[in-house]
T-cell receptor, first 113, second 116 residues
């Protein structure tokens, strides 16, 4: 069964600290993995997208890693800011059809001053 | 500039009263998607259009319909909304099917639907 599991479900850290969010997937055949940031009451906004051959991709303070062998990805946030408070969603696509876009249920990140 | 626009941002409708949500895009993308997202849950794909080709998800209730009169616009019609249909409805676009290559998927801000 195609699944995307994220951990932790929620996380609270102090402003300025780093954190790492995890994503494990069983989607097959794998096409790409994306990380989105979703502010409360808004649509998701893309942070990174990675294909099978990519191990690391950065977008400012956000760095995503992908291990296609173990089917794991992580999103590392450096020097967190209050504006980083949001849900972070891992999405894995399969190349068979548009229906094979599997969303994780997200990690709710709260940054405290 | 907004690329995927959804109107209205907030919609209140009565139980059983038909409602239409609107999505437009300035990206000229081939694919448009409609998702339902309930509180603290992942978005759930309802259906998508690949150009004019409509693709319904197997578990999408018949109560939900969609229209795409042209490339730019796509509508979500809920024929008889129930209390369980209260949710955020997200529209998204992509240049082509995201599964075939790493095409980006762009989301609109969403429409929050309340059913009274």
């Amino acid at each position: 069964k195609n699944q995307v599991e994220q951990s932790p479900q929620s996380l609270i850290i102090l402003e300025g600290k780093n954190c790492t969010l995890q994503c494990n997937y069983t989607v097959s055949p794998f096409s790409n993995l994306r990380w989105y940031k979703q502010d409360t009451g808004r649509g998701p906004v893309s942070l990174t997208i990675m294909t099978f051959s990519e191990n690391t991709k950065s977008n400012g303070r956000y760095t995503a890693t992908l291990d296609a062998d173990t089917k794991q990805s992580s999103l590392h946030i450096t020097a967190s800011q209050l504006s980083d408070s949001a849900s972070y969603i891992c999405v894995v696509s399969s190349y068979s059809s548009a229906s094979k876009i599997i969303f994780g249920s997200g990690t709710r990140l709260s940054i405290r001053p | 500039d907004a690329m995927v626009i959804q109107n209205p941002r907030y919609q209140v409708t009565q139980f059983g009263k038909p409602v239409t949500l609107s999505c437009s895009q300035t990206l000229n993308h081939n694919v448009m998607y409609w998702y339902q997202q309930k509180s603290s849950q992942a978005p759930k794909l309802l259906f998508h259009y690949y150009d004019k080709d409509f693709n319904n998800e197997a578990d999408t209730p018949d109560n939900f319909q969609s229209r795409r009169p042209n490339t730019s616009f796509c509508f979500l019609d809920i024929r008889s909304p129930g209390l369980g249909d209260a949710a955020m409805y997200l529209c998204a676009t992509s240049r082509d099917r995201v599964g075939q290559i790493s095409y980006e998927q762009y989301f609109g801000p969403g429409t929050r639907l309340t059913v009274t």
